[in-house]
């Protein structure tokens, strides 16, 4: 075979050896995506673990003053029962005030009927600094009557709202329904 | 074969890395530039093949370790767990638990090949071993791999193998109790089963790099068997021209691999390894994967008892024996000639010996008393009690009315029952056939052949048989002075 031989063939067959290589490439690129898509979503929760995401809690058993804590696949939730007291310190303050500004109400959901149940707070059990959970009713509830975390010192107030220390941002109220005027559904 | 490394580096950072870690002249070297021979056919790709099981095989165990639980109590529930909830868990068991089989396939038309073609003489003889210890290493890692899921056949099967560790005299009981961690398989054996299969695909991978680098020092063999005479005639790099013929064989490989996986997940594995393991219920009939069943024939081969070696301890040695002979068969072999190609009389018993494995497999899937064919008269055989009470006999009748009358003529506390025997050809018989024959290839027909046999002419180089010059005398070849047939070397130097 001659140099003069194989040159021509590539003259004559460049476009057509192009194609070859860019589809080649792209079925390898798809190909590869396809594979690589299975050993990755294995990683995430599996199908068991996603039923296990929420939890229903009858809220009317939760002690005046009180709280109940739920875990749904392993992450911590508050069901406060508050007083009228606290619910009146947790609608007196002035939001412009608050690091993250939120009124009490919007921090509520309603009940089939409407209405906000003001009694009952439900929120993450998550400080929002690093991850701790903080103590409340019971034990030592800080400055704002709200909870403390010992962890670093952050206190929220009765609307689980930040006041006073290093956490960024208030408690998250999860996704979450009455179902009944008693029962409600956290989900994660 | 690997010559004066042809890497020249080019840009400032490659002629840095050179001096310091010259992997990049390492990979053209072995890779890339790597001379290999011109008449490699398609029973060569099955190493690259093997390659790419062994990395699906590591890929999908760490992920399938990831959600399984070596706990007794949890294990059969955690692979069903993988099965119906994890996300594609049913997809990367299946690749992993027919990738198995996949593997398997794939080493015995590799280590067929290199039996055939001769690959395993000199100077490959390292090769040859290497490959022999990553086959046991694999038979190792497989049924260690069969014990997880804590089925039925998983929990009976390794009863049975590490009972045959028992069989070892003196020490054999103490060894198969460390080796269960407890008086039966129980918790601690699945850890510690669990553990070594994680580690073991790791001491493959460990081997193939030796065996790859092995086969980087003589060179691959060739289809004609000839060495490599000329590196510019005989030779073309191996990349481009062997990388695309073996990513070629690895697609048509994956058709395969895929078609059991999507469409036959469970066709090569047993229903039995389906129900959790009970230690208090064997499977009516118990054996091991397909490409673990001509060991298990030749286990069972051995029923008879051999002077002081028991028929267990003869089975456990024949099996092994089956094993170890493949370590010497580069001296067991005593011809020349490398390729059977050019053998008219091995290559024949070499179709007989891949059919008796065949055959072996088969026996070892059966139950060695079932009958391959019937021939002559059912037998009527009557089991009984003798007068003392002590002993139990049988008499066997040809027909129904003299075993009644026969019967009727014990005493009633003999408790005489009738069973219909069928008569024919066993299972069993063929198992001890093929296993002679097995032994027999091994080490009488191939040292006997090399002495015997008178080989065809071979082509005097690799160019000559890819250019259809069948030399050294033969018919239509150019006459080579001095190379006729009868003072052809014997050797494929």
Not at chain 2, 180 to 201: D, E, K, V
Not at chain 2, 466 to 477: D, F, I, N, T
Request: proline fraction near 6%; glycine fraction near 8%; aromatic fraction near 12%.
């Amino acid at each position: 075979m001659s140099d003069a031989h194989i040159t021509n063939h590539e003259e004559d067959g460049e476009t057509r050896r192009d194609f070859i290589h860019i589809a080649a490439g792209a079925a390898l690129a798809g190909a590869v995506g396809a594979v690589a898509w299975p050993f990755v979503k294995q990683l995430g929760p599996a199908a068991d673990t996603r039923a296990a995401s929420s939890a229903e809690v009858d809220v009317s058993k939760v002690p005046l003053g009180g709280e109940v804590r739920v875990l749904i696949g392993g992450k911590p939730f508050f069901v406060r029962h508050r007083t009228e007291k606290e619910i009146a310190e947790a609608e007196a303050v002035n939001i412009s005030t608050l690091r993250d500004p939120q009124t009490d109400d919007e921090r509520l959901v309603p009940k089939p009927d409407g209405e906000l149940n003001r009694a009952i707070l439900v929120t993450s059990g998550a400080c929002t600094h690093l991850g701790c959970v903080p103590v409340g009713p019971g034990t030592n509830t800080g400055d704002y009557g709200g909870w403390f975390c010992p962890c670093h010192g952050s206190h929220y107030d009765t609307s689980g709202r930040i006041r006073k220390g290093p956490a960024p941002l208030n408690l998250p109220v999860p996704t979450y329904e009455y179902l009944s005027d008693t029962l409600i559904k956290i989900s994660l | 074969m690997s010559g004066p490394s042809t890497y020249e580096p080019k840009t400032g950072f490659e002629k840095w890395l050179d001096t310091r870690l010259p992997l990049i002249r390492f990979a053209k070297d072995t890779a890339i530039d790597f001379p290999t021979p011109k008449n490699l056919n398609y029973w060569y790709t099955f190493g690259a093949i093997l390659a790419v099981c062994l990395v699906i095989q590591i890929i999908t165990g760490i992920v399938l370790a990831m959600h399984y639980v070596p706990n007794t109590a949890m294990a059969f529930d955690s692979v069903e767990r993988i099965m119906r909830d994890v996300d594609w868990g049913w997809l990367v068991r299946y690749i992993h638990a027919n990738g198995a089989s996949m593997f398997f396939l794939a080493v015995y038309m590799h280590i067929f090949r290199g039996l055939y073609y001769g690959s395993y003489k000199a100077p490959r003889e390292v090769l040859w071993i290497l490959g022999c210890v990553i086959y046991l290493l694999m038979m190792g890692t497989a049924f260690l791999g069969y014990v997880l899921p804590w089925g039925q056949m998983s929990y009976h099967g390794s009863s049975v193998i590490t009972s045959l560790i028992g069989a070892i005299p003196v020490i054999g009981d103490t060894i198969k109790t460390y080796l269960q961690g407890g008086p039966a398989i129980g918790n601690a054996t699945l850890n510690r089963f669990f553990s070594l299969h994680y580690l073991l695909p790791f001491i493959i991978a460990g081997v193939v790099i030796l065996h790859v680098w092995a086969l980087h020092v003589p060179g691959n063999n060739n289809p004609t068997g000839v060495s490599v005479k000329d590196v510019k005639k005989d030779t073309v790099s191996f990349h481009p021209y062997y990388t695309v013929k073996d990513l070629f064989a690895i697609l048509v490989f994956l058709f395969i691999f895929a078609f059991f996986v999507f469409y036959a997940p469970n066709s090569l594995g047993h229903a039995d390894n389906y129900i959790e393991a009970n230690p208090l219920q064997t499977p009516a009939h118990i054996v091991p994967e397909w490409y673990l069943l001509p060991f298990y024939a030749i286990l069972r081969a051995i029923t008879f008892d051999l002077g002081p070696i028991t028929a267990k301890l003869g089975g456990v040695i024949a099996m092994f024996g089956a094993i170890a002979v493949l370590f010497v068969v580069p001296w067991l072999d005593t011809s020349k000639v490398r390729s059977m190609r050019y053998r008219p009389l091995a290559k024949q018993f070499f179709v007989l010996f891949v059919a008796a494995f065949i055959g072996l497999g088969f026996a070892g899937a059966n139950n060695p008393d079932d009958l391959i064919v019937a021939f002559g008269e059912d037998k009527l055989v009557v089991a009984y009690t003798d007068e003392t009470g002590a002993a139990a006999r049988s008499e066997s009748f040809a027909e129904y009315h003299d075993a009644e009358h026969f019967i009727e003529g014990l005493d009633e506390s003999a408790g005489a029952s009738m069973e219909v025997v069928k008569s024919g050809f066993k299972w069993l018989w063929a198992a001890q056939f093929l296993t002679f024959f097995y032994f027999a290839y091994f080490l009488v027909i191939l040292p006997i052949l090399g002495i015997i046999e008178k080989p065809k002419p071979r082509p005097l180089s690799i160019a000559d048989s890819v250019l259809g010059k069948h030399g050294q005398g033969s018919a239509g070849g150019t006459p080579v002075p001095g190379a006729a047939n009868a003072a052809a070397p014997r050797d494929d130097a």
